[in-house]
């Protein structure tokens, strides 16, 4: 990565640094957040983690202690931060307006200098430095390349790679996806030479599920999929009552849309899940569907060409209606 040194120097020349990170967390903005926070401490240096909302609750166990500031629950901090930073990571996401419409405000207004690192298509041109890669499967992969590409792999331990493991192992679907390069498999090989245990990561994230959470996803697809045979569409969805049925907490419904894509004759699947005022999109396919332009052109998203999210302001019945009509034109 011809970056990577300039990246090391800047945190080596910097008095305040903050790492953001899109909205509605996951296992790879979290991970490449915390890989990256303890690389700079082994750099000597310090960081803030400032997020627009909590992790949740199913990788909770990757903090192990260290603080990770949410929006939602510290906007005066946030935004003293953000304020006071001269260098601002943003990860895991291309364009400002992902850190949500409560803390892009005060990102954009920040006068520090900012780093980009970033595997999704379209980046915003707002940064400094700018890594862009959206070949690689993980915002975390691309962490452990800053890491290798400036020659300090000498630091690599299992505080930086567990967390690094977590964003890739997600990010990959447990590593089958096509994204999943020789290189990653080298990397995840070089995270447990250097002490990571992924057999304690892969089991603290999904080896712990509360009942409430197995209830859930067992009715969801149950009672909540739909087949649309003649293309290969699954669809499942839940309403914000079904979920206050369930005892709902922010990870549950965490994978499903993979669990749709699954079946047999699937080609697509969605999710979709009542949130407030909106309908929260999940788009998964195999192949040469692009569900990253379905999302982008229809509901409000984008991301990959076989992973991507989205957001619908219609009713929830509105948006399955919606979606069943444009998306045979997704299909050759």
Request: proline share 3%; hydrophobic share 40%; charged share 25%.
């Amino acid at each position: 990565m011809k970056e990577a040194n300039a990246i090391v120097q800047a945190i080596l020349d910097a008095k305040n640094i903050v790492i953001t990170s899109h909205r509605s967390p996951d296992g790879d903005s979290i991970g490449s957040s915390l890989g990256l926070f303890h690389f700079i401490k082994a750099l000597g240096k310090d960081a803030t983690i400032c997020h627009p909302d909590p992790c949740p609750g199913f990788i909770e166990w990757a903090k192990d202690g260290v603080e990770i500031l949410d929006f939602e629950n510290n906007q005066e901090e946030i935004e003293v931060q953000l304020k006071n930073a001269d260098l601002l990571f943003s990860l895991d996401y291309n364009a400002a307006h992902r850190l949500g419409r409560d803390m892009e405000p005060a990102f954009t207004a920040a006068e520090g200098k900012k780093i980009m690192i970033d595997h999704h298509l379209d980046p915003d041109d707002y940064a400094s430095i700018t890594v862009s890669e959206p070949e690689i499967c993980s915002t975390a992969q691309l962490i452990y390349e800053v890491i290798a590409g400036s020659d300090n792999l000498d630091l690599l331990n299992n505080a930086i790679g567990m967390p690094l493991y977590l964003g890739i192992m997600t990010d990959t679907g447990s590593f089958r996806f096509s994204s999943v390069s020789p290189r990653t498999h080298n990397i995840i090989a070089s995270l447990i030479e250097n002490g990571t245990d992924h057999t304690a990561v892969h089991e603290a994230t999904f080896g712990n599920n509360r009942i409430d959470k197995m209830k859930l996803r067992g009715y969801i697809i149950a009672e909540r999929l739909e087949f649309m045979e003649d293309l290969g569409v699954a669809i499942v969805s839940v309403t914000e009552k079904e979920l206050e049925r369930f005892n709902f907490i922010k990870g549950d419904t965490e994978g499903v849309v993979n669990v749709a894509l699954s079946m047999e004759g699937v080609r697509m699947a969605v999710f979709m899940r009542e949130s407030d005022d909106m309908i929260k999109m999940s788009f998964r396919s195999t192949g040469d569907t692009a569900v990253n332009e379905l999302a982008n052109e229809h509901f409000n998203g984008g991301g990959h060409k076989n992973a991507s999210g989205g957001a619908s302001f219609l009713s929830l019945d509105e948006t399955i209606a919606k979606f069943k009509e444009v998306a045979p034109k997704y299909f050759a």
